[in-house]
């Protein structure tokens, strides 16, 4: 970070660098604001304003698979699985192996982190054993299918949100498309618990 020897020069970089940021947030009008506003402040410079959370940019930038499972509404996130249930990506399985372990897909919980409350209450988790000869553990994500948020057009209003949950039907369908008609057993869904 550029610093100034001259005091005179360092308040004048200070007022365009540090006190600019700390206009901006001014203009947010944070304290007398009808409801609550969340402020994302993007960079490494320390400004005069209360920090409640520090996270590596790298943390919060969504990775592969938390794409596409925003993108597609549903995702698999073991190995085996994702290379017979999305092909489209192109993943051999040792490929796939290392996206679900650089993933938070091996915490469900974390993937699911930046997503509203309530979305996060309507996502399942399915489990199940699927395979050729030996059948192993596989893991599954879903979203709620399409869900979209209306936004009022006046201010006050609550917002209208239009869910629509998976059946455990529709779960088993969806993976026995890619594994085969009889292919999955031991199906567990459970819906995920806000922490």
């Known amino acids: 970070m550029k610093a100034f020897s001259d005091p005179r020069l360092a308040a004048v970089l ?21 409801y609550p506003k969340r402020v994302f402040l993007l960079s ?12 590596e940019f790298n943390d919060l930038m969504p990775d592969r698979l938390e794409l596409e499972l ?11 699985s994702l290379v017979r249930l999305r092909s489209d990506l192109g993943y051999n399985e040792s490929a796939a192996r290392k996206v679900v372990a650089r993933s938070n897909a091996s915490n469900p919980a974390k993937m699911l982190s930046a997503l509203p409350e309530l979305v996060r209450a309507c ?20 979203l709620p299918k399409n869900f979209k948020v209306y936004w009022p057009e006046k201010l006050g209003k609550p917002l209208e949100i239009d869910l629509k949950l998976w059946t455990n039907e ?19 869904v459970s819906t995920y618990v806000p922490v």
């Open 170 to 188: 529709e779960i088993l369908e969806h993976l026995e498309a890619g594994w085969g008609q009889g292919n999955v057993e031991e199906l567990m």
């Open 44 to 55: 490494n410079l320390p400004v005069e304003m209360p920090v409640d959370h520090l996270i």
């Open 123 to 142: 996502a399942f988790l399915s489990t199940y054993r699927a395979g050729d000869a030996k059948k192993t553990k596989q893991k599954h994500l879903f």
């Open 70 to 80: 925003l993108d597609k509404g549903e995702v698999p996130i073991t190995a085996k």
């Open 14 to 34: 200070k007022q365009v660098r540090e006190a600019e940021t700390v206009q901006a947030l001014a203009r947010l009008r944070l304290v007398w604001a009808s």
